[in-house]
Nanobody
Framework: QVQLVESGGGLVQAGGSLRLSCAAS????????MGWFRQAPGKEREFVSA?????????YYADSVKGRFTISRDNAKNMVYLQMNSLIPEDTAVYYC???????????????????WGQGTQVTVSS
């Protein structure tokens, strides 16, 4: 059982940066892969980034954010982060943190393979 709480969203000007945080309960946090998804108004939820629990952590990014966003985790603090740089208005969405048992791209890049979800945090990028 894992409970997730996101924070760090807000309003930022295009070109700016935000860092989202996800606090997870449970002492088995390090055994879960962690992902970030987002959903804009009128759009389906889409994959943003994910990090595996094994070793140093394999990282995955959607093409739309590659080179701009960085995912990381601190297992000792039960935290996962999404550093978002060079933000553009198209990044505006509610961002969700998720935890699951996936171990490869085919599992980590789809929302239905995650077991736990946070409530979401709003990110708004103005032009």
């Amino acid at each position: 059982q894992v409970q997730l709480v996101e924070s760090g969203g807000g309003l930022v000007q295009a070109g700016g940066s935000l860092r989202l945080s996800c606090a997870a309960s449970g002492r088995t946090f390090s055994r879960y892969a962690m992902g970030w998804f987002r959903q804009a108004p009128g759009k389906e939820r889409e994959f943003v980034s994910a990090i595996s629990w094994r070793g140093l952590g394999n990282k995955y990014y959607a093409d739309s954010v590659k080179g701009r966003f960085t995912i990381s985790r601190d297992n000792a603090k039960n935290m996962v982060y999404l550093q978002m740089n060079s933000l553009i208005p198209e990044d505006t969405a509610v961002y969700y943190c998720a935890a699951g048992g996936g171990s490869n791209w085919s599992s980590l890049s789809v929302d239905y393979d995650y077991d736990y979800w946070g409530q979401g945090t709003q990110v708004t990028v103005s032009s």
